[in-house]
């Protein structure tokens, strides 16, 4: 007990020394620490959105969006292979996509093996197992079918979701937001955190919309009745026109775009001849080419611009559009456009996303949170420091100098791995303020019952750390069990809660059981005490 | 210097002696908490059964019957509200609207409108919404997390120490969980995510009561080999009672600064946890150790061993 080896003295200055340098810019602002020299750590602990204000937003993507996006691009790239691929033409009749399964009948059964060995050629390999995207099979000798395999369509979500999480950050960024964070989320989901925004509703708006822009050319030969009860002539849809000025609110437009937003390069908020809020957009030159192609050949006839499926306006092609750039008109207000400029930017979602989850605190509540964590964290020290002196006396003192050191070294670690903090925990630090004494109340009593039973100091003092230790080692085990499940199944509030007790736990030990003893042994060694009052 | 002794020495406390009574006002406790549970169901907050809550402040304490009918009034479904604290931040609940995102946004902005004509100077501090499905995955994990929790921490304590010991505290952890669960049920305290987490805590630290005197027990089962049963539980749960005590008040001491101190929104949890503090400590001291009569442990439990010194033995408790 009394031999404390020198090492062990030298680690635990180290450890301390360690935690308040590393503890140490959490307690100044932001601010002046960013001016502080660079050899000195400057990582302060992250403050959880419902601390500092701001929203949380769960993004779903809706993954039979992407099977469907599958399909049309494997029916498209079937029927341009049969059609002029090498090796000639093949024809095919009765094409269906029905069950989410491209199926088709070839017309001369004899070139069954060709058509099928080209179509496995369309396939591809995904992933490791040597599984395709698709297979293929034949039905009745005649029919061939293609169906997606999992792995295909895994590997599709995965993909789509990859450059979802491009295409958000693009958009948030030019909302000029600060520090968003923006991670996936399991297979088809992004987290969003913005902090301190009020509002987050045109960050939503941002997030909800596609942004897939199409012009196509409207249908004029469609009467109004057929419009109206949804028959669209062949080739053509009926699509939602919100803002039509003749009231009909729907419109048929012909099914294959002129041209994408796929090709624009850039797009800003601008004004119509009318001086309302409109959107300048200019293609790129294969885009503006086709461009000045369409409305060369359509002058005098209405072209759709259609988002996401609905018709934002459709004007009359004045004169050919040869430059490449044009203007999207609408009912826009200001801040509908900037949107729509920023969506146009940043380029479409391969994927529609679905809010499922929101959280938004405001700043005010965060600050009212912080004030109140802090000063109950102050109370919960000062009652617990008072309750372990009155009751242990010299020990309590080092159990509270134990207590410090441990509070210091949790801010540390914290700093270190930029762990967020979150109301539950700073529910977690108090926690830990009130249970990290536990290990030196074990140590404690059993000093005393040692002592009861008349034993030496020195004798007590020893059998009193070395029974406690293991009871403590069991206890926090145990603890550690549960936080570990609290962070692999807890989400936001709950895992930041779990971060700051699993930290607390393997802090305490070290605090309460080995400084204290560094302590106590020095104590001994030095004042050689003959009475121990504890 | 005369230090504070919250727990005389030698406490001689006939602990096992009451464990009938004790067993049923378990029994009692944890049916009763089943019935209310299921009977009342717990007050789910939209993290588990998906929906919308905007958290309000009025610059004035506001009826609720006013305000509820004012929103009924939207035709935006049934709000549920609830106070949050004092009588002038109110919780607005609401079923989540059918549609998109926007159609959430409409109902979010209606109510805020209609409160604001209404209450001038309300601000908006929360808003929340949670989809039916994420709720579902909420419950299911939150679930897991607590049965996962149990199982390994009883397992721990089998290997650690017998199997008698991990049925004894799984059984206690199962009371405890229980309990807390039925005093939501009877508080019509909301029950959310946080809660979830206070639950896991308290199983966490209700264990750490029982791993503390498990040990004595196994410490005095090898040291005391002829002791009968019933004797030494009552002198190991005698001789861990200081610590007991004095954890339980320390943990009491910084949970309850928390609670009077750390502001609405964890309420509810550190609520939970002063509960499960109280709780465990029942537990720890008449199911788990109590239980272990029952379940059969003796000194031939951990084996033979070699004996400490004789007079030990009979030096036993007069120090």
Not at chain 2, 83 to 96: C, E, S, Y
Request: cysteine-free; aromatic content about 6%.
């Amino acid at each position: 007990m009394l031999d404390f080896p020198r090492w062990k003295i030298w680690g635990i200055v180290i450890a301390i020394l360690f935690g308040i340098v590393f503890a140490l810019p959490n307690f100044f602002p932001e601010a002046s620490v960013a001016r502080w020299p660079s050899f000195v750590p400057h990582s302060q602990i992250n403050l959880g959105l419902d601390l500092r204000g701001g929203s949380h937003i769960l993004l779903e993507a809706d993954t039979t969006d992407v099977a469907k996006q599958r399909l049309g691009v494997i029916e498209e790239s079937v029927r341009s292979e049969l059609r002029q691929g090498e090796g000639g033409r093949i024809d095919i009749g009765d094409v269906s996509t029905a069950g989410g399964k491209l199926s088709f009948m070839l017309r001369d059964p004899g070139q069954l093996d060709k058509a099928v060995e080209r179509m496995r050629s369309l396939t591809r390999p995904v992933g490791i197992t040597g599984q395709r995207d698709w297979d293929v099979n034949v039905v009745d000798g005649s029919r061939i079918v293609l169906s997606p395999t999992q792995s295909g369509l895994n590997s599709a979500v995965d993909n789509a979701m990859q450059q979802a999480v491009e295409v958000i950050r693009r958009r948030i960024d030019q909302l000029g937001t600060r520090e968003p964070t923006i991670i996936r989320q399991g297979a088809n989901r992004i987290v969003v955190q913005v902090p301190g925004l009020q509002n987050p509703e045109a960050l939503k708006l941002l997030l909800g919309k596609t942004a897939k822009l199409e012009f196509k050319m409207v249908n004029v030969s469609a009467s109004a009745q057929d419009v109206a009860q949804g028959r669209a002539p062949v080739g053509s849809e009926i699509i939602p026109y919100p803002d039509d000025p003749r009231g009909a609110g729907k419109i048929a437009v012909e099914r294959r775009p002129v041209v994408t937003g796929d090709q624009l390069i850039d797009a800003s908020v601008g004004q119509d001849q009318y001086g309302a809020p409109a959107v300048n957009f200019r293609f790129d030159s294969a885009g503006g080419r086709r461009f000045a192609r369409a409305t060369q050949e359509n002058t005098g006839k209405p072209f759709a611009i259609v988002l996401d499926g609905k018709v934002i306006s459709a004007p009359v092609i004045n004169e050919p559009i040869l430059g490449g750039a044009g203007i999207i008109s609408g009912n826009f207000s200001t801040d509908s456009a900037n949107q729509l400029a920023i969506m146009l930017r940043s380029g479409k979602l391969p994927v529609a996303l679905k809010v499922v989850e929101e959280r938004t605190v405001g700043p005010d509540l965060g600050a009212d949170s912080i004030r109140s964590g802090v000063i109950a964290s102050i109370v919960a020290t000062a009652a617990v420091v008072v309750f372990m002196l009155v009751t242990y006396g010299r020990f309590g003192v080092y159990a509270t100098v134990a207590l410090a050191i441990n509070l210091i070294l949790i801010m540390a670690i914290m700093s270190i791995f930029g762990a967020t903090l979150t109301l539950p925990g700073i529910a977690g630090f108090v926690l830990t303020i009130g249970a990290a004494v536990d290990a030196n109340v074990l140590i404690n009593e059993r000093i005393r019952e040692e002592q009861r039973k008349g034993r030496s100091i020195v004798h007590s003092v020893e059998t009193g750390y070395k029974e406690a230790t293991r009871t403590i080692w069991d206890a926090n085990v145990t603890n550690l069990i549960a936080a570990v499940i609290m962070i692999a199944f807890g989400s936001g509030p709950v895992k930041g809660f779990a971060v700051v007790l699993t930290i607390g736990i393997a802090t305490s030990v070290f605090t309460a059981v080995t400084i204290t003893r560094a302590i106590v042994a020095h104590w001994l060694r030095v004042k050689r005490p003959t009475e121990l009052v504890i | 210097m005369r230090l504070l002794k919250l727990v005389p020495d030698n406490t001689q406390f006939r602990f096992v002696r009451l464990r009938w009574v004790a067993f049923t006002l378990t029994l009692l406790l944890t049916l009763s908490s089943v019935a209310l549970l299921a009977t009342r169901g717990l007050n789910m907050g939209v993290d588990f059964v998906g929906g919308l809550m905007i958290e309000t402040g009025f610059e004035q304490p506001v009826k609720l019957d006013t305000l509820r009918s004012k929103i009924n009034h939207l035709g935006v479904g049934e709000a549920s509200l609830q106070q949050f604290g004092n009588d002038r931040t109110v919780a607005i609940r609401l079923p989540l609207p059918p549609g998109d995102d926007a159609a959430v946004q409409a109902v979010v902005k209606k109510v805020q409108a209609a409160v604001v004509s209404d209450y001038p100077g309300a601000s908006f501090r929360r808003v929340d919404t949670v989809s039916g499905k994420v709720s579902g995955e909420l419950i299911s994990d939150g679930i897991k997390a607590v049965v996962l929790a149990m199982l390994g921490i009883a397992i721990y304590s089998w290997f650690r120490f017998e199997w008698h010991f991990g049925v004894s505290t799984l059984v206690a952890l199962f009371h405890d969980v229980v309990v807390t669960l039925g005093f939501f049920s009877l508080t019509r305290m909301e029950f959310d995510l946080n809660i979830v987490a206070a639950i896991l805590t308290i199983v966490g630290y209700s264990l750490n009561d029982k791993i503390v005197i498990d040990d004595r027990i196994r410490e005095n089962l090898r040291k005391y080999r002829k002791m009968e049963i019933g004797e030494l539980i009552d002198l190991s749960v005698n001789e861990t009672l200081p610590r007991t005590v004095m954890t339980s008040l320390s943990m009491v001491l910084a949970l309850g600064s928390l609670l009077l101190l750390g502001g609405e929104v964890i309420r509810g949890f550190t609520a939970a946890m002063l509960l499960g503090i109280v709780i465990g400590t029942y537990s720890s001291i008449y199911v788990s150790s109590s239980l272990l009569i029952s379940l059969g442990v003796g000194s031939q439990t951990f084996g033979p061993k070699e004996e400490k010194s004789g007079a030990e033995r009979i030096a036993k408790r007069q120090g």
